[in-house]
């Protein structure tokens, strides 16, 4: 399936930015089953120094710098993705592997350092009580990797709501379990967390999905945005996906972004502005399907 998928930015200033400096991580990723054709970053107004480079992960970051005085900024990413079907899937619904023994089955993967770091703590996903103590039912003695994956998105797409405005980037992943209400990066965030404080290895991943329009109406341009959900690590099998806000395993209408500890790593847009004032952002994202 091939998707030309639209992002738009824009920041309005109270008061004239005399600089700014940010960093855009919004090039999908070209990995198996998951082909990133065409890549364009525009940016008003142009940008004095504009660099790209690779980072720890593996995503395409890009670099801007604008010295030219300014009180409005775009930045609009068009890209074209060839997706086909996730098949890491298929192969741990019939995975035997148990929760428990993941940890000693790292010791003999290649590059294990690699995905040992994903069962640390990280900005926002702490070591916590409150966390384990909510996932401890998902984690019984003789369940397997695939059947806890599996209970935990479907306990947390059942005990948390999703309400948009509710959070921001900021909120502690457990206000979001005390509160019960969320967003799609807390529910990430979240099912994350309660992986880690058990020692299993898990990812955050940041993209978009196809969103599709009730029956008999027409979809609308802009109406879509961006999406979060989880990779974990299964023995023999590799990095497995679950979107525990929609409570399904992502197939060819997830689209993927970048891959990191938590959101802090892989933040569409971040950086700095030399200005005063408030500042005002509205973000637009369009997933058009093209084949």
Known sequence: ???????????????????????????????????????????????????????????????????????????????????????????????????????????????????????????HVPVSDIIRKYAADCFTEDATLWSVCNTLMQKIYTTIEFKPGFTTVNTPVETVVKLRKGVCQDFAHLMIACLRNMGLPARYVSGYIETLPPPGKERMVGADASHAWVSVYFPSIGWVEFDPTNCLLPTYKHITTAFGRDYQDVAPIKGIVFSSGQQKLSVKVDVERIK
């Open 1 to 123: 399936m091939k998707y030309r998928i639209r992002h738009y930015t824009e920041y309005t200033y109270e008061e004239t930015v005399s600089t700014c400096f940010n960093r855009l991580c919004l090039t999908p990723l070209s990995i198996p089953q998951h082909q990133c054709i065409m890549n364009d970053i525009n940016i008003v107004p142009a940008p004095d120094e504009m660099s790209q480079r690779t980072d720890f992960f593996g995503n395409t970051l890009t670099f801007i710098s604008i010295y030219k005085e300014h009180k409005r900024l775009k930045i609009n990413s068009t890209s074209v993705v060839d997706i086909e079907n996730r098949i890491n899937a298929e192969l741990a619904f019939s995975s035997t592997v148990l929760w428990k023994d993941v940890h000693s089955l790292l010791s003999g993967v290649n590059d294990a350092y690699e995905i040992i770091q994903y069962t640390l703590p990280s900005h």
